[in-house]
């Protein structure tokens, strides 16, 4: 009898979200899932087109790529700022966390109007190079694959930074003053010791960012300025340009599929909780 | 101590990387004073006129309005799924806990365009049997929300709840509490803070969607970043950066404020 109420509290606690996001995201997604096998046709059409249409090729080589050299940009410089956030002194841990937090907290759309802000024709770099004298025609920042990497590298370096410095936070402070006692310079210390016991912070960190960038849209849209789409525009194209439904859903089956397979091989080195800090 | 404090070299690349953090955040700030109608670095004379805007054009001041309630019914509903879940694992640990986490947290590591998609395809259909929650509607776009920031508060609430010890509940249940005290009287005044924060969080998230938003809306429900989007794709409309210069400063102020009280908690004892 007893057991028998603990169970049903038990579902009347956990039952309501996982009813939610079941019937609101689940089954949803199985209908994207039918579409992409069935329009306009059905069978496999859609997905014999996503391996042999060269601009869709182009596309997925493209963002890869994009991704790729984000990660990288992304995990040095998040590093950096990291460190000081979390080992510099009081002064500098506020201001660290402050260029941290703020832009973090602010929409992805300011941010990416901020860099077109920065980086266009009329924008600030190049018009205080003209006045200057140093160039005379505007450097092309915006509006193409450069500008594309440095606006998604700009948003996603506070979701690097917080496992990373949630990695930092862990490491004993004894083994740091072990390799100092012995001798070791603060340099040594840093790249010998230091940096090898971050490494399960930077393996999260890396595929965070690589797998949010995989499905960036946003930043790509606005600061590529249609000239270097990346997927998820792609999709976004397929549905409300040239109505193509059954492509835009494989090519979301196939990001799950791609997704799902890179989580599941990295799954140990993933904690929730480091997500947000 | 010393020995780790961060060097000439790490601090001088930090500095470089917290400047290129904030940046683009600063650049609208002479963008959004331009006299011109065009985005552009104000020559000589400053002008209000894109402030002047926000206020002229009623477009603004509506989708503010529609954005403020979509935030607040999507983290309400979000914030109130996850506290309960939140509650359901501590409180029963229940076989498969890390399954049932995982199951949640799905819309935050699918990527966002494959979630835009699907809930375009739950809109759509949604549509087709009735006219209030829907493709397109102020409840359509509150419960895609809802869906797009449950993971966040879970994750939220969940780190609350692991900071919890356990012993206060085992002690309130060898005293007879029943399951609804624990969880009113115990466990929720301990994880207040969490709720909140995941609440707010909620909100902000919702407020500045538009990944999701964009799939799900043409006409009538444009929320404040739907709108900003419309402003940027083609000709980039200044007005945009009187908005984005007024969200910034709200945003760093609440920030700096709590970052500052923060501080003050943690090091007066020293």
Redesign the interface.
């Given at each position: 009898m007893i057991g028998k109420s603990i169970t049903s509290r038990k579902i009347l606690l956990l039952a309501p979200l996982l009813l939610f996001l079941g019937l609101a995201y689940v089954v949803p997604f199985l209908g994207v899932v039918r579409w992409s096998f069935t329009m306009p046709e059905v069978g496999l059409g859609q997905y014999r087109a996503l391996m042999t249409d060269p601009l869709v090729q182009s596309v997925f080589i493209r963002t890869l790529r994009i991704c790729l050299i984000v990660t990288a940009a992304v995990l040095v410089t998040a590093y950096a700022i990291a460190y000081v956030w979390v080992r510099g002194s009081s002064v500098q841990r506020m201001l660290a966390e402050f260029c941290i937090l703020v832009p973090f907290w602010i929409s992805v759309l300011t941010r990416a109007f901020g860099w077109l802000a920065m980086l266009s024709n009329r924008g600030l770099i190049n018009t205080w190079l003209q006045s200057a004298g140093i160039i005379s025609e505007p450097l092309a920042l915006a509006r193409n694959e450069l500008g594309v990497i440095i606006g998604m590298t700009h948003f996603l370096i506070p979701f690097a930074v917080f496992p990373i410095a949630s990695a930092m936070r862990s490491i004993d402070e004894r083994v740091l003053l072990a390799a100092r006692g012995m001798g070791a310079s603060r340099t040594r210390i840093f790249w010998t010791v230091f940096v090898p016991l971050t490494y399960g912070g930077l393996i999260g960190a890396g595929l965070i960012v690589f797998v949010f960038a995989l499905g960036f849209f946003v930043t790509p849209a606005i600061l590529g300025g249609g000239r270097s789409v990346m997927v998820a525009e792609l999709v976004y194209l397929r549905i409300f340009q040239s109505p193509d439904w059954g492509l835009g859903a494989a090519i979301s089956v196939v990001l799950v599929l791609f997704i799902g397979a890179l989580l599941a091989l990295m799954r140990r080195f993933i904690k929730p909780a480091h997500l947000i800090g | 101590?010393s020995?780790?404090?961060?060097?000439p070299v790490?601090?001088i690349?930090?500095t470089a990387?917290?400047l290129?953090?904030?940046?683009?955040?600063?650049?609208?700030i002479?963008?959004s004073f331009t006299p011109a109608r065009?985005?552009?670095?104000p020559s000589g004379t400053l002008s209000l006129r894109h402030y002047q805007a926000l206020i002229d054009n009623p477009a603004w001041g509506q989708s503010i309005l529609l954005s403020l309630r979509i935030g607040i019914l999507s983290s309400a509903i979000a914030t109130a799924?996850?506290t309960?879940?939140g509650?359901?694992?501590w409180?029963?640990q229940?076989r498969f806990s890390a399954l049932?986490?995982g199951?949640?947290?799905?819309?935050?590591?699918?990527?966002?365009?494959?979630?835009?998609?699907?809930?375009?395809?739950?809109m759509t259909?949604l549509s087709s049997f009735n006219s209030w929650i829907g493709y397109d509607t102020w409840l359509g776009v509150a419960?895609?929300h809802?869906?797009m920031i449950?993971p966040?508060a879970?994750?939220?609430i969940?780190?609350a709840l692991?900071q919890v010890d356990r012993r206060i509940d085992l002690a309130a249940r060898g005293l007879g509490a029943n399951?609804a005290t624990r969880a009113f009287r115990i466990i929720i005044p301990n994880i207040k803070f969490g709720i909140a924060t995941a609440a707010l969080?909620s909100f902000?998230l919702s407020?500045?969607e538009?990944?999701v938003t964009?799939?799900i809306t043409s006409v009538n429900a444009i929320t404040l970043?739907r709108l900003?989007?419309m402003g940027?794709?083609d000709n980039?409309d200044p007005a945009?950066?009187a908005i984005?210069v007024l969200?910034?400063v709200i945003?760093?102020v609440i920030?700096?404020f709590r970052?500052?009280i923060d501080?003050r908690r943690t090091?007066d004892p020293l």
């Open positions: - | 101590m020995s780790s404090r961060p060097g790490i601090l690349v930090a990387v917290a290129f953090l904030l940046m683009p955040l600063i650049a609208v002479p963008v065009f985005l552009s670095m799924l996850a309960m879940f509650l359901g694992i409180m029963f229940p049932l986490i199951f949640v947290l799905l819309p935050l590591v699918v990527p966002p365009v494959v979630s835009a998609m699907t809930l375009y395809f739950l259909t419960l895609a809802a869906v449950t966040f879970v994750v939220l969940l780190v692991y399951l969080l902000v407020w500045e538009i990944g964009l799939f970043p900003m989007w940027l794709r980039i945009i950066a984005s969200l910034i945003t760093a920030l700096a970052i500052f501080r090091t």
